[in-house]
């Protein structure tokens, strides 16, 4: 649960993955669980060596003695006998029935569990159907009708709660089985001849236990609680034994006159649960790191900007001008450099393409325009966007969240998952109206039924009231898009807006997409790795590579005659209708990871005509001719 | 929506059927005569023979359920032999106590949970978060049947601000205040361990959702980041945590029978407590029974909200 950020991510760096105890121990409130858990336990295994006093001889004469009187460290009870003779005594007991309840819950919850997933079928349905049945009782109901039935005593409580427990283990180790006994070396076993419980118990078992270890880790407090909890309602331990819940039961009585007697065996109980529940998530952390919560950093409102290098603010009339955009990610000590110095400029009504392999870069400059990153980890750490004249990297999150939206939108690439699964499309594109206009709720509505019609969605006011889920791939886009138009923008950035759908619904939402902002003057920055879709679209494209721009130029131009080698193999791999035989190279190689990038050209290990000096140093986007820029020191030119 | 609720009960009554089955045979595995037990030890066996055959017990177990719920229906469950009255009179009294506390620490863990939950995912790492977080932890670790006696030391002995046991006042009691200030330690105490876990999943379903990209999306068209949080990540994670306060309707409804007994509240839980201590098992049996079936129901009101939250479970 509490997951140490800093120290769990120096663990990550390291090459091979520590041993679990010491990833354990390096999460600090785990080794401090298991610190004091280790004494408790210490002091438990000693009591019978340690010069204590029995815990049962009784001494009316030395009744209720305040903690520190007379050699009673902590007291007597009611009895006189010696409170911390019994409290440890007690911390045995509890221990012992503690974890015995937690292993007999394992060990049947867990058999339970394997054989309903692995058998499947009506086993699996007759087994399931009677843990639910156990879980349909409230928790602690059940235990108490358990002990109803076998009579009060601490061994029947200590079956009552493993009993109750059972379903836990059973639940969480069948869904365990059912996906592995599908897999392909549990096939391969009984293929070989393996019989039944060999698989289940050579193959499947070892698969599952840290699953165990984890529901284990996880309950065994809480099953000292409950077992403490019926002892303390006189159904547990009997006199003369003593556990720590019969002590507070006990306690209990004397409340007002020596609140000691109750107060000292709580604590115990206290501070010995909270300890094992340090460990517990500790240990779930390192087995299970999915289920680790520290991992999953929600992204805030806006990218954080921390840039060492402001540029010149450029005297442009641009929708769009980026200068030296840098955007890069941090996880533990590794940085990448997903965005390295990216400069852009659209004109107004421009369709540009951003095109490049994925990790190029493409969709994290297009998210870095208005700060849509997530931080964490992503930081922008230097370069200037300006849109309506000012620098949105400087600009307040007020001021961010009315530009998005309004003046820029934005058209993501799945949209099943970026639309809100629990409203209805209508809703969403209200919500976008009246983010922006002040328009009431039906003036909205008007307007949002409008705008689906504009997509060319068919019988608009019906599908207004529709959830995404009711929608096909294809018409969930069209709300996207319908959207963004919402408060008819100058500049629409869309990240990859067609990958996610079928070809033909491709086409018709890239030529709506065309139709739209020649209708409307809206500038385009289309990212894609499609050059088909480039060329159907966009005015300008823009080739990415490892995190920056290699070779810009008009559509036409860069497709007919790419300058840069590597733009010249990305259209290579376009198949072509009509030229079944041409080859299609796949280029060789993979681009450089962008946490470590090498000095000079960074396509230079794909490179087919590489040579040393493309190695040597930083290389400039120079001009080609005045509308065409490359990254490369000798480009191919038109004659080539 | 309601064909959904509709199946929904339907596929409720053999779970109901399932608890009474269950709860019927735990009585029935008992071992001992029940006419002994009723007659004493001294009774002759003409006696127990006739009142096993007037108890129905000399006829085969498979027949004897069907009578016993067969009376059920009628709201017969017998007689409590040591109380000298009807079980289920006995019973809906007792659970109208044990609902009124249970339901205060349900509002209470529900709406200081999301509270807590949703305050520690927003400032993720931050203060506010490592506090939570500690107290979740402190929250799941405390016994409650202690931190209630630590209460009463402390705001009955020590401050004498709250009465110390029971549901009113002996004398001159009655009325909504009297019964306010008798339900606050029970109920806070009842609700601790419920709040801490509704605010570990709350802040984990957040954080979960907060990385989505209709997250995003929502960021994207402008929307506030205060809607962003309250109403497009915190209608998506409440998918998730209603079932928890479903389970928790469970955890309270069983807890109650602790805090009954440390504030002798009048409810079902201690009553369960005594009977099984004086062995008058038909009382257990009642009481049992009616917890388990409310338990039932209020995951079905769960199952229900949940469906409204989420078009796409209908």
């Known amino acids: ?640 | 929506m309601w064909i959904y609720i509709g199946k929904r009960l339907i596929a409720s009554v053999p779970i109901l059927l399932g608890l009474s089955v269950i709860v019927f045979a735990m009585m029935a595995l008992i071992p001992g005569d029940p006419a002994t037990a009723i007659l004493g030890s001294y009774a002759t066996p003409e006696n127990v023979a006739r009142l096993n055959s007037q108890l129905g017990l000399d006829k085969p177990l498979v027949e004897q359920y069907f009578i016993w719920l067969g009376k059920l229906f009628h709201g017969d469950m017998g007689r409590s032999y040591a109380l000298n009255r009807p079980v289920a009179d006995e019973v809906f009294e007792r659970f109208g106590a044990t609902l009124i506390l249970a339901g205060a620490s349900l509002i209470l863990c529900s709406i200081f949970g999301l509270i807590a939950g949703i305050a520690a995912a927003v400032r993720q790492f931050g203060w506010t978060d490592r506090v939570v977080t500690f107290l979740v932890l402190i929250g799941i670790s405390t016994p409650s049947f202690w931190l209630g006696l630590l209460l009463i030391m402390l705001f009955a002995v020590e401050l004498q601000w709250l009465p110390a046991s029971g549901m009113y006042a002996i004398y001159g009691g009655g009325g909504p205040l009297d019964l306010l200030a008798h339900l606050a330690m029970p109920a806070v105490t009842l609700a601790v361990v419920a709040t801490a876990v509704i605010a570990r999943l709350t802040r984990a379903a957040m954080l979960e959702v907060l990385r989505q990209d209709y997250i995003r999306t929502a960021r994207a068209k402008g929307v506030s980041e205060r809607r962003v949080i309250y109403r497009h990540a915190f209608k998506a994670a409440l998918v998730s945590i209603i079932p928890v306060i479903g389970i928790q309707a469970g955890f309270v409804l069983g807890g109650a029978v602790y805090i009954e007994t440390v504030f002798q509240w009048p409810g079902i839980g201690r009553m369960l407590v005594n009977a099984i201590s004086t062995r008058d098992l038909l009382l257990v049996q009642g009481g049992v029974l009616v917890v388990a079936a409310s338990y039932v129901f209020f995951n079905l009101l769960a199952d229900v909200a949940q469906t409204i939250v989420d078009p796409r479970l209908r």
Not at chain 1, 50 to 69: F, H, Y
Not at chain 1, 226 to 240: K, N, R, Y
Not at chain 1, 298 to 311: L, N
Request: hydrophobic content about 45%; charged content about 20%; some cysteine.
């Open chain 1, 1 to 640: 649960m509490v997951a140490l950020p800093v120290s769990g991510k120096k663990a990550n760096d390291r090459g091979g993955r520590p041993s679990p105890f010491k990833l354990l121990i390096a999460n600090r409130l785990s080794a401090a669980g298991l610190l004091l858990l280790g004494i408790i336990v210490a002091l438990a295994l000693l009591t019978p060596i340690l010069p204590l006093p029995d815990p049962d001889i009784t001494d009316p004469a030395q009744r209720l003695l305040r903690p520190g009187v007379d050699g009673h460290l902590l007291g007597t009870d009611h009895l006189g006998r010696d409170l911390l003779s019994r409290l440890l005594w007690g911390t045995r007991v509890s221990i012992v029935v503690g974890v015995s309840a937690t292993l007999i819950a394992a060990i049947v919850g867990s058999l339970i569990g394997l054989t309903a997933g692995y058998a499947g079928g009506r086993s699996d349905n007759v087994l399931m159907r009677g843990i639910d049945l156990v879980m349909a009782f409230p928790y602690i109901l059940l235990a108490l009708g358990i002990v109803a039935v076998l009579g009060p005593g601490l061994l029947n409580a200590l079956y009552a709660i493993s009993i109750v427990n059972i379903p836990f283990f059973a639940r969480n180790i069948r869904g365990m089985t059912l996906g592995l006994s599908r897999r392909e070396f549990v096939d391969a076993a009984r293929l070989s001849g393996a019989s039944h419980p060999v698989i289940l118990f050579g193959d499947v078992l070892p698969n599952v236990l840290p699953t165990i270890v984890v529901t284990m880790s996880t309950t065994v407090g809480w099953m000292i609680l409950e077992t403490a909890g019926l002892s303390f309602l006189g159904l547990g331990a009997q006199p003369p034994q003593a556990d720590l819940g019969s002590m507070l039961g006990e306690g209990r009585k004397l409340l007002f006159t020596a609140p000691h007697v109750s107060v000292i065996p709580g604590v115990m109980i206290f501070v010995l649960v909270m300890s094992i529940n340090l460990v517990g998530d500790g240990i779930r952390d390192v087995l299970d790191p999915r289920l680790k919560s520290g991992a999953l950093a929600a992204p805030g409102a806006a990218t954080t900007v921390k840039r060492e290098a402001v540029p010149e603010k450029p005297a442009t009339d641009a929708v769009l001008s980026v200068t030296d955009l840098r955007t890069q990610f941090q996880t533990g000590s590794r940085v990448y450099k997903a965005v390295g110095g990216v400069d852009l400029d659209l004109a107004p009504g421009e369709r540009v393409g951003l095109v490049g392999e994925s990790g190029s870069g493409k969709s994290v400059t297009a998210l870095s325009l208005l700060r849509l990153v997530p931080t964490p980890p992503g930081t922008i750490t230097a370069g200037r966007v300006v849109i309506g004249g000012e620098d949105q990297l400087a600009a307040s999150v007020d001021k961010l969240r009315r530009l998005r939206g309004g003046k820029v939108a934005y058209v993501f690439q799945d949209p099943l998952t970026t639309l809100h699964p629990l409203f209805t499309v209508g809703q969403q594109i209200v919500e976008a109206v009246q983010a922006h206009q002040p328009l009431s709720r039906r003036e909205a509505e008007a307007q949002a039924i409008e705008l689906l019609e504009r997509v060319q969605i068919p019988s608009a006011k019906a599908r207004y009231n529709a959830y995404p889920h009711e929608l096909s791939g294809g018409m969930r886009q069209r709300v996207c898009i319908a959207m963004a138009l919402a408060n008819d923008p100058e500049l629409i950035i869309a990240d990859e807006p067609t990958t996610a759908l079928d070809v033909t619904v491709q086409a018709q939402v890239l030529k709506l997409m065309r139709g739209l902002s020649e209708q409307q003057g809206s500038a385009v920055l289309f990212i894609t790795h499609d050059f088909g879709v480039v060329s159907e679209l966009c005015d300008r494209v823009a080739v990415m590579y490892a995190g920056r721009i290699v070779e810009i130029g008009p559509t036409e131009a860069v497709l007919d005659a790419p300058a840069h080698p590597y733009t010249r193999k990305l259209i290579d791999c376009v198949p072509v209708l009509g030229e079944p035989d041409r080859r299609l190279d796949a280029i060789e190689g993979l681009p450089p990871p962008v946490d470590r990038l090498p000095t000079g050209c960074a396509f230079a290990e794909r490179c087919p005509i590489v040579e040393p000096r493309c190695r040597e140093g930083d290389i400039a986007l120079d001009p080609l001719s005045d509308d065409r820029s490359v990254r490369c020191i000798k480009p191919y030119r038109m004659a080539s």
